[in-house]
């Protein structure tokens, strides 16, 4: 099975903590960078803060890693 390399640069970044915070929300294009446009409750779900995360508010939980296949949608480090 190859398995492909995934440079710091490329790689997913996660808010640490984000999934305590009690909030939800709106899936991101990563093409684009702009929330998909769907049936999300406007009450329950809210644009990422970019601008938080950009500025340094949050620690960034981000690495390198190789990618060795797909599982349906998940990806298997």
């Not at 984000?18 to 929300?25: A, I, P």
């Not at 500025?55 to 939980?61: D, E």
């Amino acid at each position: 099975m190859p398995v492909d390399p995934v440079s710091l640069n490329n790689s997913l970044r996660l808010v640490s903590g984000s999934h305590r915070w009690g909030r939800w929300f709106i899936p991101r294009k990563f093409a684009t960078e702009n929330d998909y446009i769907s049936d999300f409750p406007i009450d329950l779900y809210e644009s990422v803060p970019v601008k938080d995360i950009d500025s340094g508010k949050y620690h960034i939980l981000q690495w390198a890693m190789q990618v060795r296949g797909f599982v349906g949608n998940l990806i298997q480090p």
